[in-house]
C-alpha cells in the first residue's frame, strides 16, 4: 500500500527531496504521492516535519 498525504501538509516540500523515486509531485495546495510509483519505504514520513504523511 502506498503512502499517501493528508491534509496537515504544509507544503513545505521537504518529503519531495527524501523520496527516491520521485514519487511526489506538488499538487493542488498540497504535496500528493503517485501510488502507482511509491515503493514503500516510508523515506518520506520521516522528512515531514507535521506529520502529514500515512502509511
Known amino acids: 500500500m502506498a503512502y499517501k498525504i493528508t491534509d496537515a501538509c504544509v507544503s513545505c516540500g521537504a518529503c519531495v527531496g527524501e523520496c527516491p523515486?520521485?514519487?511526489?509531485?506538488?499538487?493542488?495546495?498540497?504535496?500528493?504521492i503517485d501510488a502507482g510509483s511509491c515503493i514503500d519505504c516510508g523515506a518520506c514520513m520521516g522528512a515531514c516535519p507535521t506529520g502529514a504523511i500515512e502509511a
Open 21 to 32: 523515486v520521485g514519487a511526489i509531485a506538488e499538487g493542488d495546495g498540497i504535496f500528493v
